[in-house]
């Protein structure tokens, strides 16, 4: 979410964004209160991305609406070769060089839901046809081809092999390749599938 810090809470420039704000943190509904609270303590934003945010879309539709539009366009983007405005604005230094060899191999993470959906596949039919010995190339390769060919700036998490190759070699590699990434807080509940290839 999007704000820039003041003090203790986080404010927008524009006022409607802070009067959409404390309309979400004063709902009866508690999800709503912890979106509202979500954009009035994010701590992450600084005021080049903040500027970004508010010119994207001038209150067309409400945060939230805006909020969904922007990351689509500005930070998933709409072609494979754009660079999100999280690189663009705060980690531009993060970016590695066009002259990195190219023959690294990579670990990435992605969510497969929407992918899955194109494919008209779900995940349980997947996950046998990769378990197979040997896989079921007539349901992995349709997946994979949906997957690659799926828009947007990818993989949103991702490393070089070589910086997590102890991680990979133990029983829980999956947990800990999660928390390598940064993604610790997508602790799943019991019964939630925790699976990659």
């Not at 999007?2 to 704000?21: I, K, P, Q, R």
């Not at 066009?98 to 959906?117: C, F, M, P, T, W």
């Not at 997946?143 to 102890?166: H, I, T």
Request: glycine share 6%; proline share 4%; aromatic share 8%.
């Amino acid at each position: 979410m999007l704000s820039v810090f003041l003090g203790h809470e986080l404010h927008f420039n524009l006022e409607a964004l802070n009067d959409e704000v404390t309309g979400l943190r004063s709902a009866r509904d508690p999800a709503l209160r912890a979106v509202g609270d979500n954009f009035a303590f994010e701590e992450n934003v600084g005021p080049k991305r903040l500027v970004d945010f508010e010119e994207f879309d001038a209150m067309g539709g409400g945060l939230k609406k805006i909020a969904a539009e922007y990351y689509h366009s500005s930070v998933q983007g709409e072609e494979r070769n754009h660079t999100p405005s999280t690189f663009r604005l705060v980690n531009a230094s993060a970016l590695m060089s066009v002259n990195i060899e190219r023959a690294q191999k990579i670990v990435r993470v992605e969510h497969v839901d929407d992918a899955l959906q194109k494919a008209q596949m779900n995940f349980d039919d997947l996950r046998d046809a990769v378990a197979s010995n040997p896989p079921d190339d007539s349901v992995v390769a349709p997946f994979l081809r949906v997957l690659n060919e799926y828009s947007g700036a990818r993989p949103a998490f991702a490393c070089f092999k070589a910086e997590v190759a102890a991680d990979l070699a133990e029983l829980d590699w999956l947990s800990r390749l999660r928390v390598r990434l940064g993604l610790g807080h997508h602790a799943l509940s019991d019964g939630q599938p925790l699976t990659s290839r």
